[in-house]
């Protein structure tokens, strides 16, 4: 899934609006020197702050409502919104919200907060342990958030390299007993893990295969029980096919020109969409209530998004107000989204158009039964946090609680950068009251 969620990503555009061409260079500064001068300013005070970690001292309350960043989490966060969405961009088992943070020492781990009650905590159960050594912590290191599968509130699956010469094959563990077994031996390298059904891991596994001369990715869907790690299913699929997700008692499957709705065992094939060469997949929602799959679609080109919804075997496009999309979310009854409204942060020496925020740090509501209705702007960010980057979308809605990380911007003297090494709380908004927190995990 990690070649999927590339959309956390949701509507995450790859590419700037102009060109990375030097030849190109002077017209983009041209169109950007109005703003150039105060944006590298704001960098420079931001990144100063930013060295001192997650913004503390800054001294204001912009983009925040109560100006008290080491308070804690609000108790009994609001459940409203949230119950039976699964979705691409989080995992969420009861009332538990799952997700990766970094940690001071260099490594993240994969940690956990209660929507209910705000407790949260690291997901290693041995309270001595440093989370620090891989070969000891079977938690650290999980590059994304679609690394891993929570099957329930006490078994964590993930692929898991115990020494730098073994594969990436993949674990269950027992949260509770604190039981290791190895439910999968890979061909390769780190497989896609799809979803758990029934007790059965479903994922892809690759291995290169070379026809007419050149190398290709073989892709094979296997079923394995997570407590027996029997097989149960194995099927080919076709070179230019990958697994998206499941949605329900269906998978989504992308052929590069098609969506494809499949039965589990692949027999049953529906083409839901066809879209154009310069399209990629987003992010995607499956509303376990009332059989919905939402998802997007990007035109790398044109660097919009178009949302779509699965219902009853018809695919149609939500028109939203905004045009161009960058990210969008889903609950039981709100769209939240983030136009595509890049404002300039400032010159970065790895990145020609330089360093930019791309959704302005706006964050929009509709009713989902209305979704051309009047936006609402919820939340607005100015300046003061940056929740969207360069092929990332770095916030997380629900119900009424937004997460995101702290990023800050470092300055240097070759440019500024978004710091997104060693530790990064995460920032927590009750949509509610405005109240804001940090979710530290020390």
């Known amino acids: 899934m990690k070649r999927i969620i590339p ?6 555009l790859l590419l700037p609006l102009v060109s990375c061409r030097e030849d190109a260079r002077t017209e983009v500064e041209s169109e950007i020197a109005a703003i150039r001068e105060e944006n590298i300013a704001k960098a420079e005070s931001i990144g100063a702050q930013g060295a001192q970690g997650a913004h503390e001292g800054s001294g204001g309350t912009e983009g925040r409502t109560d100006g008290s960043p080491n308070a804690e989490p609000a108790n009994n966060p609001s459940k409203k919104n949230r119950d039976g969405i699964l979705s691409s961009e989080y995992q969420i088992v009861g009332n538990k919200f799952y997700f990766r943070t970094g ?4 490594v ?4 956990w907060y209660d929507v209910s009650t705000g407790g949260h905590d690291v997901i290693c159960p041995d309270p001595l342990c440093k989370h620090d050594d891989p070969a000891v912590c079977r938690f650290i290191q999980v590059h994304e958030e679609s690394d891993f599968i929570m099957a ?3 078994t964590f699956i993930r692929s898991y390299r115990p020494n730098p010469n073994a594969k990436n094959d993949v674990y269950r563990f027992d949260l509770t007993s604190g039981e290791t077994e190895k439910i999968y031996k890979v061909k390769q390298d780190a497989p896609d893990l799809i979803a758990v059904r029934d007790d059965v891991l479903w994922l892809v596994d690759y291995d290169t ?12 869907l296997y079923g394995v029980g997570i407590h027996t790690g029997e097989t149960v299913f194995e099927q080919e699929l076709p070179l230019d096919c990958r697994v998206v ?5 269906r998978l989504i499957l992308d052929t590069v020109k098609t969506i494809v709705s499949a039965s589990f065992d692949l027999t049953d094939r529906v083409t839901i969409l066809e879209y154009a060469n310069a399209d990629r997949f987003g992010s995607w929602y499956y509303d376990t209530n009332t059989d919905e799959f939402w998802f997007g679609i990007v035109n790398q080109e044109k660097q919009t998004g178009t949302v779509y919804t699965l219902r009853s075997g018809v695919c149609t496009p939500v028109q939203l107000p905004a045009e161009e999309i960058y990210y969008f979310q889903l609950t039981d009854t709100k769209i939240y989204y983030s ?7 400032g010159e970065n020496p790895d990145l020609a158009y330089g360093l930019w925020d791309y959704s302005g740090g706006k964050i929009y509501e509709v009713k989902r039964n209305e979704p051309s209705s009047e936006a609402n702007l919820i939340y607005d960010a100015k300046g003061e946090f940056f929740i969207t980057r360069l092929g990332v979308s770095n916030y997380v809605i629900l119900g009424d609680q937004l997460f995101f990380d702290n990023l800050s911007v470092v300055s240097r003297k070759d440019g500024v950068f978004f710091n997104a090494a060693g530790e990064l709380p995460k920032v927590h908004i009750d949509l509610r009251t405005g109240e804001l927190a940090y979710i530290r995990f020390e």
């Open 103 to 106: 940690r001071k020492n260099g």
């Open 108 to 111: 993240n781990i994969v940690t």
């Open 339 to 345: 136009p595509y409204e890049p404002v300039y942060i």
């Open 152 to 154: 329930d509130e006490n």
């Open 7 to 12: 959309f956390l990503l949701v509507l995450a």
């Open 209 to 220: 295969v070379t026809k007419n001369g050149r190398s290709a990715a073989n892709r094979t």
């Open 245 to 249: 997700c499941a949605a329900g008692d």
